[in-house]
């Protein structure tokens, strides 16, 4: 790879991330009360610890795309292990959503989305096309 080849795919990279950074900052900006809600009710603690984590990396001046997408997998990994016993008995109580398993998959969809706008992860060697 030249030199202006492995600028060029830095550049791209660099853009990509950006966007993505900005996406899920948006994002987390106007739901992240709700995904907050949500990972309280079912949650014994770790998840929700998970979820502040990311809502204050998103909120820093310049969030690092690596950090920042990396805290989004975790608070993934989370949602896919809450405790769908927990959410049944707050959802009877009322508390909550009315829907909270419907609210647990739409955040979860939401956010494995952002997760892949930050791009696959490649080395510069892995990107080149073959001639």
Known sequence: MSGSDLAA???RRDEIRERAVIEVSDHLRRHGLGLHEV???ADDGHALDQVETLIGEADRAF???EVLKRRLMEVLGCLEALS???ADEMSL???GPRDVFGA???HGARLADLATRFGPVLTPSEAVSPR
């Open 63 to 65: 969030p690092d795309p």
């Open 93 to 95: 109580e009322g508390r």
């Open 39 to 41: 990972v309280s009710l």
């Open 9 to 11: 795919w830095t550049k």
């Open 104 to 106: 647990i998959d739409w």
């Open 84 to 86: 769908f016993v927990r």
